[in-house]
């Protein structure tokens, strides 16, 4: 199940058991079931990490700063 759809899923039901529990007359702590949702759409917010690969060896480093292959110091390949 996508991240998104389980989002909107999980907060649906909790704002119905909030106010299910509201009509019930239980208002203090009926509202913090909304919170534990909030966080799931803004997990995948990262931009994809750009490989360089060394043409002799094969060593890849996702670090963006690196320009050189520790192995053998030849410079990588990539963005």
């Known amino acids: 199940m996508r991240r998104g759809t ?3 899923i999980g907060l649906a039901a909790s704002v119905a058991v909030t106010a299910l ?4 007359g239980i ?9 534990p949702f ?6 995948k917010s990262r931009d994809p990490v ?3 690969r060394c043409p002799q060896c094969a ?3 996702g670090d963006p700063e690196a320009r050189f292959c520790p192995r053998d110091g ?4 990539g963005p």
């Open 6 to 8: 389980l989002f909107w």
């Open 21 to 24: 529990l509201w009509w019930a």
């Open 27 to 35: 208002p203090g702590g009926a509202l913090l079931l909304l919170f």
């Open 38 to 43: 909030f966080w799931l759409p803004l997990g």
């Open 50 to 52: 750009q490989v360089r």
């Open 59 to 61: 060593f890849e480093a």
């Open 74 to 77: 030849s410079g990588l390949d």
